[in-house]
């Protein structure tokens, strides 16, 4: 008899892609099983996930603000009013797709679709990814059967750690099996240096900025080539060329531009060095694919918890930090060449974080879920 899995996931690519890498897992051990994703209705992962081959389902989630400003807390009351109905609809869903087991990733999404499971008796399990416990992971300790946390240290954050696993974190199929060769083959490079550089699938308003001014200056030395993925839609793209051509690079030569990188495995075993944020997936990403990194921590993360995750990087010798308060042009621009200057010194880096991967990882998770299915 085939098996029934549910996913919850969304909000960012940093949630929506270790359940991702999950459900790709599951399907190769076991083909005839049954994989449904449940994601917010207006969020990205309604386009990202059936990309990947798998149907979604969505509801209506509302979010948290931690503020006590008078429109903030508004905003929380109406989406406290979302709360029943959002229930409600994920019930629906589980009641029609009678899952054997729910896992969630993180984004909001997760509270009514792991409720909903767990009032009904669905094994469930949930998996945070960055240093320290977000909301939703909170509210949902005491409820899920199964925690689990990508770092050992996160295991403190959390009211009952011994009952935390440490698994590491579960990694998208191909970062680790697209050779470098490959990947510069099918991205039509030539041989100079490619610098992939992103700020999350929401776009970072400051590292765009700065990215540019570092490309308009490349567009008159032609040292690298730059692959850049802008997030924020169409209307990041467009603001994004904007900036370009008012740093006095209207018409790019070695500079592409996305919205987003759907092929990340190709792009970042392409690139010689890589500029981003540090979400703990995107950290996932670059310890499979032993890629050296400049890491510019989201400044705003509950808990400053995307610095907690750079360091670990940065003290392992595979990334180098550069502050979100310290990221100007300049600062960037002698980063860069100091970096690309020492070929040898990057090799190193990329050894460094793939010392750190974990490619155990999601056969834990898969394992976790598989026992909680039996009992």
């Known amino acids: 008899m085939s098996m029934n899995f549910l996913f919850a996931c969304g909000g960012t690519g940093g949630h929506i892609n270790p359940a991702v890498a999950a459900a790709q897992r599951i399907r190769t051990l076991m083909p005839d099983a049954g994989i449904l994703f449940v994601g917010a209705s207006d969020n990205m992962e309604m386009e990202l996930v059936p990309r990947e081959g798998f149907p979604i389902r969505g509801i209506t989630v509302g979010n948290l603000h931690r503020s006590l400003r008078p429109d903030e807390m508004l905003h929380n009351m109406r989406s406290g009013l979302l709360l029943n109905r959002s229930l409600r609809e994920a019930g629906r869903i589980i009641r029609e797709f009678r899952p054997d087991a729910a896992l969630g990733t993180g984004g909001y999404v997760c509270w009514p679709v792991l409720r909903a499971a767990a009032a009904r008796g669905v094994p469930t399990l949930l998996h945070e990814a960055n240093a320290l416990p977000g909301l939703t992971t909170r509210m949902l300790e005491r409820h899920v059967d199964r925690m689990m946390v990508a ?10 750690p011994d009952r935390v696993l440490t698994v590491g974190m579960p990694v998208r199929s191909g970062f680790r099996e697209i050779s470098r060769e490959e990947a510069r083959r099918q991205l039509g ?14 776009g970072a308003v400051r590292l765009n900025a700065a990215v540019a001014a570092l490309a308009a200056e490349n567009e008159k030395n032609g040292a690298f080539r730059l692959l850049h993925a802008t997030g924020g839609g169409e209307e990041g793209l467009k603001a994004m060329r904007a900036l370009l051509a008012e740093a006095g690079a209207p ?25 981003c944020r540090a979400g703990a997936s995107t950290l996932g990403e670059l310890c ?45 621009s002698a980063l860069v060449k100091e970096l690309l200057g020492d070929p040898q010194g990057l090799r190193a880096m990329g050894d460094a974080l793939r010392g750190l991967d974990r490619p155990d990882a999601l056969d834990r998770i898969v394992e976790e879920t598989l026992k909680l299915t039996e009992k």
């Open 151 to 160: 770092f050992e240290e996160s295991r403190k954050g959390y009211r009952h």
């Open 251 to 275: 018409e790019p030569k070695l500079t592409e531009l996305r919205p987003y990188i759907y092929d990340m495995p190709a792009a970042m075993a392409a690139a010689d060095l890589i500029l």
């Open 288 to 332: 499979a694919a032993g890629r050296p990194a400049v890491l510019v921590p989201y400044p705003y993360a509950t808990g400053n918890h995307q610095e907690k995750n750079a360091r670990v990087l940065a003290e392992a010798g595979g990334a180098r930090v550069l502050a979100d308060a310290e990221l100007t042009p300049e600062a960037l």
């Open 189 to 202: 490079l030539d041989g100079r240096p490619l610098i992939l550089s992103f700020g999350g699938s929401l």
